[in-house]
């Protein structure tokens, strides 16, 4: 009993002793309390160099901004990120004549047209794209489409451009034939594609097949965009190509596809 009481006696001075600390942390925080608000003035000027500061995370920000229309670009109009699969060629914009891409493949999984080998390549990335594009739609649609003409070199575009230039004068070789060096199909990212219901030629009027209609409407879900659309040609320079499709990678192919803008407008505003 006496040991009963003894621990009662213990507990009873522990609960009072704890108050007391609580009563005392409960005054420092009063003081504490007391202590910010006569700093009143100095906290508010903290806010405001808080203020300040996030003005300067803004101003950061619009650099970022800045960053992201980065281009890459050199002096002399060269594109600087050419093994990026987001990298923009066109009248604007040169790749080296010495360029060739790092990882062509040649493409063995997807039917072709010509004889070339040099052709039938894309980089890798695109190649598995083109793969999976084909695939789904023989099994949504059941229409087989064809490559017809992938990678090109900067002197073979020299030999077709010449070529087109020859038969139908520079003015109008310009609007259906890139300069060499401004080809995307020397990135090794676009594809010229058809179908044997326009006897796997290169023509507008693969757009209104079955075939042409279902790669406008859904390539950009396996990457790709079709990049010279109607409506388009003041812009993009070229004319109306429903073929002629370029890889971009999933993500950024569904921004321009929503957007309904052309790859250099949705990128630079060009
Ligand atoms: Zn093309």
């Excluded at 213990?10 to 309390?33: E, H, Q, S």
């Excluded at 300067?56 to 281009?71: I, L, P, R």
């Excluded at 999976?132 to 575009?157: H, P, V």
Aim: a negative charge.
């Amino acid at each position: 009993m006496k040991i009963f009481l003894l621990v009662c006696l213990i507990l009873v001075l522990v609960f009072i002793n704890a108050c007391g600390d609580r009563g005392t942390k409960d005054n420092n925080i009063v003081i504490k309390d007391s202590d910010r608000d006569t700093n009143n003035v100095n906290v508010g000027s903290n806010d405001n160099k808080d203020d300040n500061e996030n003005e300067v995370v803004g101003s950061n920000d619009s650099k970022d901004d800045e960053a992201v229309v980065e281009t890459f670009l050199d002096e002399n109009n060269v594109v600087t990120n050419v093994e990026s699969i987001e990298v923009v060629v066109n009248k604007q914009r040169n790749l080296d004549e010495k360029y060739v891409p790092e990882d062509l493949v040649t493409l063995t999984d997807v039917p072709t047209c010509l004889a070339n080998p040099e052709v039938n390549q894309l980089k890798k990335e695109a190649a598995d794209a083109l793969t999976d594009l084909f695939e789904k739609a023989k099994e949504e649609l059941d229409i087989q489409l064809y490559a017809r003409s992938g990678y090109r070199s900067y002197n073979t575009q020299v030999s077709l451009y010449n070529g087109y230039v020859t038969n139908h004068g520079q003015e109008a070789a310009d609007t259906f034939s890139a300069k060499p060096g401004q080809s995307e199909h020397q990135t090794g990212l676009a594809m010229d594609i058809t179908s044997e219901t326009v006897n796997l030629q290169l023509t507008e009027d693969f757009g209104d097949t079955d075939e042409g209609k279902w790669i406008n409407e859904n390539s950009y879900k396996y990457g790709f965009i079709v990049r010279y659309p109607k409506g388009k040609e003041s812009i993009t320079g070229y004319m109306y190509e429903p073929w002629h499709i370029r890889y971009i990678g999933k993500e950024l192919a569904k921004k321009v596809y929503e957007s309904e803008l052309t790859l250099d407008e949705y990128l630079f505003g060009e």
